[in-house]
């Protein structure tokens, strides 16, 4: 799949996971043959944040940076974290305090330690004026509760890998949130009520994203042989979205980027 003259910016790519650690170079000039330019790098707990600023000052043309501790790893939220985040956030080069939220699904860390560092990342996002990137799952009330009680203060904020329904998509689009999509879209048999809803997301609320390694879309062909999702697969999500919205690709191509471009601060 050619995509080299369409734009196109992955909002979520785990690049500081160990899986890239032999080959990112190659992962990164695969991704530019298909239009996939710019990548943001979630930072999902101290060593991801740190070591996503520290690709994207390897590759500053390229890759920008968030930092936050996803509610997984709420509960190593320390003393320093905050600080950690702070100075993190001084360099330009770090777009967003995120990855955040809540988790009810897993319950990997105990729910008001989850809710006590939420709050806490969402009064930072305030504060230094910084988009959120935000996660939620199996959470939707309490999430979206929190989320609204700083959104007069926040300057934006995206539900990064939307897999909900309607309900809470348009719940999530009245609090002025973007919507981030994943090959989450391209799986007819867990996707279903996002492929039912996604046409409902205004052009100017639209990204997309790999959330790579992981969510590999399920319309490739051929199927890859490993199970490691690369952000050069981002093209299935834009046909998919495409497909789904009755927009050509070029349409979605050029709205998403623009739209991740203002949100980043590109």
Known sequence: MSDAALELVDIGANLSHSSFRKDLDEVLAEAARVGVQTLIV????????????????????????????????????????????????????LVSVGETGLDFYR??????????????????????????????????????????AYRDDLVDGIAHCFTGDRRMLHEYLDLGLHIGITGWVCDERRGHA??????DIPLDRLMIETDCP????????????????VPAHLPYVLDEVATLTGYDRATIARATTTNARRFFRL
């Open 42 to 93: 979630t930072g999902a707990n101290a060593e991801s944040a740190v070591d996503g600023l520290a690709l994207a000052r390897r590759h500053p043309e390229r890759l920008r940076a968030t930092a936050g501790f996803h509610p997984h790893h709420a509960a190593e939220w320390h003393g320093e974290s905050e600080a950690l985040l702070r100075e993190l956030a001084a360099d330009p080069l």
């Open 194 to 199: 996002l492929r039912e809803c996604v046409a």
């Open 107 to 148: 319950d990997i860390s105990p729910r008001p330690v989850q809710e006590r560092v939420f709050e806490r990342h969402l009064e930072l996002a305030c504060e230094l004026k910084l988009p959120v990137f935000l996660h939620q799952r199996e959470a939707h009330e309490r999430f979206r509760d929190m989320v609204r």
């Open 214 to 229: 992981y969510l590999m879309p399920r319309t490739i062909r051929p199927r890859p042989k490993t199970r490691r999702n």
